[in-house]
């Protein structure tokens, strides 16, 4: 792949909306949940916030965010250098807003995109509905 056509590419990556976030978002919906999305006055602009249960969910992406041990993440043979920092500085800056979010008293959970696979998908959203459930039940 020529540098240009790269370039064009990442440029056109999105932050926001993105697939794993929408499946999360439709089946939070379809299971009953509320929600606000990408909160500009909490740290990281969490993808989803559920107010009601102090709670914000994350969707990274195994790429970005840089999930160990994953298949995605592994860093491009060119600029490696490069990638290498950008992943670390992304990952530095997902610790420092879950520190905040922590103590400002919200509950955070991480949704990894390679967790949302076709055959996969119920297990990790079924387990995140199901610890909302409880602790909405502990606090009633």
């Not at 540098?3 to 056109?12: G, I, L, N």
């Not at 932050?15 to 990281?44: C, M, W």
């Not at 490069?82 to 103590?103: M, P, S, V, Y």
């Amino acid at each position: 792949m020529s540098a240009e056509k790269r370039s064009y590419v990442m440029s056109r990556v999105g932050s926001k909306n993105t697939r794993p976030e929408l499946a999360v978002r439709k089946y939070l919906h379809a299971q009953g949940f509320r929600f606000r999305i990408h909160r500009k006055d909490l740290p990281g602009k969490p993808d989803i916030v559920l107010p009601k249960f102090k709670a914000v969910i994350f969707v990274h992406g195994c790429f970005w965010h840089g999930h160990e041990g994953c298949w995605r993440s592994q860093l491009p043979a060119t600029r490696t250098e490069w990638w290498g920092c950008k992943i670390a500085r992304n990952k530095e800056r997902d610790k420092e807003q879950q520190t905040k979010l922590r103590d400002a008293g919200w509950r955070i959970m991480t949704i990894w995109e390679c967790q949302l696979k076709a055959s996969t998908i119920k297990s990790p959203l079924v387990e995140l509905t199901d610890e909302l459930w409880l602790y909405s039940r502990k606090t009633d």
